[in-house]
């Protein structure tokens, strides 16, 4: 079946440190791959997004690739800002291109 | 244009009461799904509506749940009767097309529900 593990939080960095969550998952057939992000108080954002193996998804600094081999989407940034406090969810679709299934996501707090 | 909307933001809610989330997509939007965070654990997947039709109810935990979007525009979620394990965050997407490869779901804020 199709699932995603991703690290636990909280993640807590220092402003313009180097950031990496990582994401694996199991899934059959070839899954597109989702990073989304929750701040406070609002509803789900997509991120960024790979469609197949060695797409790179980047966005607003955050890079993420797809990996099949190591089945990995890990998430960076090279240097973070109190701003990108929030949740940050992995994601898969599969085969059936509907539903997603989602990690257990992971909150990253960013001190100035 | 307006995105996913979702109403109310927060219910608390005592054991075997009646709730009722609502859920407002994008309109144009024909595909509908219903998500559910418990306990800060993973987002799993409720339900797919295209249009007024329940395309995919596999997630939907038990009988106390019931979803309808009349008319193929809003969606209503009922929990009847709530129990404790149901608290959690309630989310609603909603996307133009499906079956098509990295095609986005654009998601609301989510409910909350405390059931007590």
């Known amino acids: 079946g199709n699932s995603v593990t991703q690290m636990e939080g909280p993640v807590t960095l220092s402003e313009e440190a180097f950031l990496t969550i990582n994401c694996t998952y199991t899934a059959t057939g070839y899954p597109s791959l989702f990073w989304y992000v929750q701040y406070p108080g609002e509803g789900l954002q997509l991120l960024l997004k790979?469609?197949?193996?060695?797409d790179k998804g980047s966005n607003k600094g955050f890079e993420a690739t797809y990996r099949k081999e190591t089945t990995s989407f890990h998430l960076e940034k090279g240097s973070v800002q109190v701003s990108d406090s929030a949740v940050y969810f992995c994601a898969l679709r599969g085969n059936n291109f509907n539903k997603f299934y989602f990690g257990s996501g992971t909150k990253l707090n960013v001190k100035p | 244009e307006a995105g996913v909307t979702q109403f109310p933001s927060h219910s608390v809610i005592e054991k075997g009461q009646t709730v009722t989330l609502r859920c407002d997509p994008i309109s144009g939007h024909d595909n509908l799904y219903w998500y559910r965070r418990v306990m800060g654990k993973e987002i799993k997947f409720l339900l797919h509506f295209v249009k007024e039709s329940k395309q995919d109810e596999s997630g939907m935990p038990n009988n106390r749940f019931l979803a309808e979007r009349t008319g193929g525009t809003y969606s209503t979620l009922k929990v009847q009767p709530a129990e404790l394990e149901d608290s959690g965050v309630y989310f609603c997407?909603?996307?133009?097309?499906?079956?098509?490869?990295?095609?986005?779901?654009?998601f609301g804020p989510g409910t909350r529900l405390l059931v007590l």
């Open positions: 790979a469609t197949k193996a060695d």
């Open positions: 997407a909603s996307s133009p097309l499906a079956g098509v490869q990295g095609e986005t779901q654009y």
